[in-house]
């Protein structure tokens, strides 16, 4: 019996010595899990803050650039030819290339009813010639008589020279009426109005033409004037700024690879079209040799040269969020994030403007990872 309860009591000391010990394990274990916890946590953290990235050092200056944009060359003048008067083609004495000066016969026109028209205006106008001769030399005698008293009374006298004006005024009439189908006959001969090439004929000798006659519709010739052109572009709002009175621009046609012509602005239209939201604007172009023609396609290159100097930085280093536009400009080691405005971009550098000065450094390589107050560290600056 003593045994027993003996061995009883080492069993129960036995259970307790293995509880405490199981959960001294459970505790030292729990301990060393959170430690190590508490370790992970504190590395990532650090990884977080403590960023590495390209930077520079921002200056002022101007950035060069080109704005390229499609022209039309036209001709300086250029005129449709129409015949003034019904009339019959007698004869052609130019065709398409013909090169012309002011003032040279192009076609010569036949209209017999003009000839019988000029013919009865010329008598009447010899007629009233006549009788304006006779009246005038009726009222003259009777003037000269009257100066004797009571020789001719001055009724007569009145008459007399009432005659006179209205046969003056019969003989003016007649006079302008001669002109007017003279004027019309000298129609009958087309010419150049300035010197120029005939860049189209429509019709043959033979053919009808008039102002109501049948072909009419269509020009005798057109003739356009080459060795002077208009250069016509449409610079859009935006642009408007960079091309003035006598700015000098440089454009190339397909036809000439290689080749750079210059123009001159010499005529600006001053307001904004409506739908395209441009201005006309128009150069001129010396085409002396007639390289170019009217309806060529340049491409223009317009200077965009800046009065003022901005801060050029890589386009990299601005960020377009979808809230705002900004750079990160780093100050004591930390990111901090400026509002900037954009301009012009060229050769992947951009201009921007904002609360930035000179000497300021700011992420060449910037994004919206890189968080306000973030560490920067290790910084490489871009040469």
Do not use: W
Not at 3 to 17: D, E
Request: with cysteine; aromatic share 6%.
């Amino acid at each position: 019996m003593y045994h027993l309860c003996m061995n009883s009591m080492n069993n129960k000391k036995a259970l307790a010595i293995t509880i405490v010990c199981s959960l001294q394990a459970v505790l030292l274990l729990s301990g060393c899990g959170h430690s190590e916890g508490k370790a992970d946590k504190g590395e990532n953290t650090s990884a977080q803050e403590v960023i590495s990235v390209p930077a520079i050092t921002i200056s002022k200056g101007k950035l060069s650039s080109t704005l390229q944009i499609p022209g039309e060359l036209v001709a300086f003048q250029q005129v449709d030819i129409y015949a003034k008067v019904s009339s019959f083609v007698k004869k052609l004495h130019v065709d398409v290339g013909s090169e012309v000066t002011t003032g040279q016969l192009l076609a010569t026109m036949e209209a017999p009813e003009i000839t019988s028209q000029l013919s009865g205006a010329e008598s009447r106008l010899k007629s009233q010639e006549a009788v304006y001769l006779a009246s005038k030399a009726n009222y003259d005698r009777l003037y000269e008589t009257s100066k004797t008293p009571g020789t001719v009374s001055k009724n007569d006298l009145d008459i007399a020279q009432a005659r006179q004006k209205s046969d003056q005024a019969q003989l003016e009439s007649a006079k302008a009426a001669y002109k007017e189908i003279t004027d019309n006959r000298n129609y009958l001969e087309i010419r150049a109005p300035f010197s120029g090439i005939v860049s189209a004929r429509n019709v043959s000798a033979g053919a009808y033409v008039g102002p109501t006659g049948k072909g009419s519709e269509f020009p005798l010739f057109t003739l356009q004037e080459q060795k002077k052109l208009r250069l016509v572009i449409s610079v859009p709002e935006a642009y408007t700024s960079y091309l003035g009175n006598n700015s000098e621009v440089n454009f190339s046609v397909k036809a000439y690879t290689g080749k750079t012509f210059t123009a001159k602005v010499n005529r600006l239209s001053g307001v904004m079209d409506t739908r395209l939201r441009s201005q006309r604007i128009e150069m001129d172009v010396i085409n002396n040799d007639k390289k170019l023609m009217p309806g060529m396609i340049a491409e223009v290159k317009i200077p965009m040269n800046t009065a003022d100097s901005a801060f050029i930085v890589p386009k990299s280093a601005v960020v377009n969020s979808t809230v705002n536009v900004f750079v990160i400009r780093v100050v004591n080691g930390k990111s901090e994030r400026v509002l900037v405005q954009t301009g012009r971009e060229a050769d992947g550098k951009i201009e921007v403007y904002g609360n930035l000065n000179p000497g300021d450094t700011i992420v060449s390589v910037a994004s919206e990872e890189i968080r306000d107050g973030a560490e920067l560290k290790h910084l490489k600056f871009d040469k």
